[in-house]
């Protein structure tokens, strides 16, 4: 007879503070654990403070000291947000019949284990995972939903800490593996991850499924649905769905994350081939886009295009040196002549494209300026560089590029990442 644990749903549930802004999202949010919990399903719960909270306990301490406050005292202030948001969940819960323990940082169970890098501390896993362990998995073995305020840490010898952005997201994926739970749920005010801000663009789709590194990118932009720390933390073997406190439902459907993190930072090869960049110039060049439409179609004829930059007067594109390229300068010639803003092109080859994956958007002006040093400083030449998303694209000379790999790679890996 197959284990009766085997199709067991097993989840995280994770309230944004958005989802528990007044007493009827409350309402609503302990209302779907309780239903959950009904149908047997073993359920932890991490909550964020109730809607603004954090932002006006910040605002309150900032202006009441003239923003002299030092970090460790901070976090202590603003850790207060979870702490109470956790106790007034706990008693909503408990109102309908639904057995509860809430977690509070001030206690030797608490099961979040950090650095005292005060406000962006780090959990340290090996503590995290012994301290869930020990404390959170006989309860919900006992069907009592534990209740645990997210974005709050605690160092070895007893300090709060707060975990930075994206916080509370962190805690749920390091409990989720740590329990061996299937799934995390993140309750928040949209359907799920959106194809544009909501608050930007009037009628943005769900995305019903989304690759965990396309949403490493997107967490990246001003649209932070799961800041890229969190992700980190997500282990492939769990499933995580994004869905709105609205539905009253934790089934409710959403949008799903899949896939698993690429390791960590790297630099390598955007292609495996040579690369020409065709350079035009001319007044609003990059503006027209007759002419950008012209262009790209003639390398889809007759080669592949593999990047493109531009400025107000100049349009870079990157393509393949696999290809008919003599007949593709041709044609590009011919753009060139029967438009009267362009009043050259320029032709550089056999280049190597170079690309770093794995850092976040903060950081790339500290790594651009970084490849430049380093580059000049070993008398390398460096073509371009050119931003792509979170990370960089580098173009230098063909010969030369395991040399710039490894410098970049060497350089970039000790001053950033180590």
């Known amino acids: 007879m197959k284990n009766s644990l085997e199709h067991l749903t097993q989840m995280v549930v994770k309230y944004g503070g958005s989802s528990l802004a007044d007493y009827e999202r409350i309402s609503k949010a302990a209302t779907a654990v309780a239903k959950e919990r009904e149908k047997g399903s073993r359920i932890a719960v991490i909550v964020s403070a109730i809607g603004k909270t954090t932002d006006l306990l910040l605002d309150l301490v900032n202006n009441s000291c003239g923003g002299k406050v030092n970090k460790d005292q901070l976090d202590d202030v603003l850790a207060m947000g979870e702490r109470t948001s956790a106790r007034v969940f706990a008693a909503a819960?408990?109102?309908?019949?639904?057995?509860?323990?809430?977690?509070?940082?001030?206690?030797?169970?608490?099961?979040?284990?950090?650095?005292?890098n005060f406000s962006n501390a780090s959990p340290v896993l090996e503590e995290c995972d012994a301290k869930i362990g020990k404390h959170v998995l006989p309860l919900v073995q006992g069907n009592i939903v534990p209740i645990i305020p997210g974005y709050i840490g605690r160092t070895a010898d007893g300090r709060i800490t707060t975990l930075g952005r994206g916080g509370s997201d962190t805690t749920a994926f390091i409990l989720a593996k740590a329990l061996n739970f299937n799934d995390v749920v993140l309750v928040t005010d949209s359907d799920g991850i959106m194809s544009a801000d909501p608050k930007v663009v009037d009628s943005p789709r769900v995305i019903p499924e989304i690759d965990?590194?396309?949403?490493?990118?997107?967490?990246?932009?001003?649209?932070?649905?799961?800041?890229?720390?969190?992700?980190?933390?997500?282990?492939?073997?769990?499933?995580?769905?994004?869905?709105?406190?609205?539905?009253?439902?934790?089934?409710?459907n959403g949008t799903k994350v899949v896939g698993e993190i690429s390791n960590g930072f790297n630099v390598t090869m955007a292609s495996p081939l040579p690369v020409a960049s065709i350079t035009l110039i001319g007044k609003g060049?990059?503006?027209?886009?007759?002419?950008?439409?012209e262009v790209t179609e003639k390398v889809k004829t007759y080669s592949a295009l593999l990047g493109l930059s531009a400025d107000c007067n100049s349009l870079i594109l990157y393509v393949s040196?696999?290809?008919?390229?003599?007949?593709?300068?041709?044609?590009?010639?011919?753009?060139?002549?029967?438009?009267?803003?362009?009043?050259?092109?320029?032709?550089?080859?056999?280049?190597?494209?170079?690309?770093?994956?794995?850092?976040?958007?903060?950081?790339?002006?500290?790594?651009?300026?970084?490849?430049?040093?380093?580059?000049?400083?070993?008398?390398?030449?460096?073509?371009?560089?050119?931003?792509?998303?979170?990370?960089?694209?580098?173009?230098?000379?063909?010969?030369?590029?395991?040399?710039?790999?490894?410098?970049?790679?060497?350089?970039?890996?000790?001053?950033?990442?180590?």
């Not at 001030?106 to 284990?113: A, F, G, K, T």
């Not at 932070?224 to 609205?246: E, G, T, W």
């Not at 990059?286 to 950008?292: E, L």
């Not at 950081?363 to 580059?375: F, K, N, P, W, Y």
Request: proline share 2%.
């Open 93 to 116: 819960l408990e109102a309908r019949g639904v057995q509860t323990r809430y977690f509070d940082p001030s206690e030797e169970d608490w099961p979040i284990v950090t650095d005292d």
């Open 212 to 252: 965990v590194n396309m949403l490493m990118e997107i967490a990246d932009s001003s649209a932070k649905f799961i800041h890229r720390k969190a992700l980190k933390y997500k282990d492939p073997s769990i499933n995580v769905k994004v869905i709105n406190y609205k539905s009253g439902e934790l089934s409710a």
């Open 285 to 293: 060049v990059s503006g027209n886009p007759d002419i950008i439409r």
């Open 321 to 418: 040196e696999e290809g008919d390229l003599d007949l593709l300068f041709e044609r590009i010639s011919e753009i060139v002549l029967r438009h009267d803003k362009v009043v050259a092109m320029s032709i550089r080859r056999n280049l190597a494209l170079i690309k770093t994956t794995g850092m976040s958007s903060e950081e790339t002006g500290a790594i651009i300026g970084e490849v430049s040093r380093v580059l000049s400083s070993n008398k390398m030449n460096l073509f371009g560089l050119v931003t792509a998303g979170s990370g960089i694209i580098i173009s230098a000379d063909w010969q030369a590029r395991q040399q710039v790999v490894d410098l970049v790679r060497n350089s970039l890996g000790r001053h950033f990442y180590c």
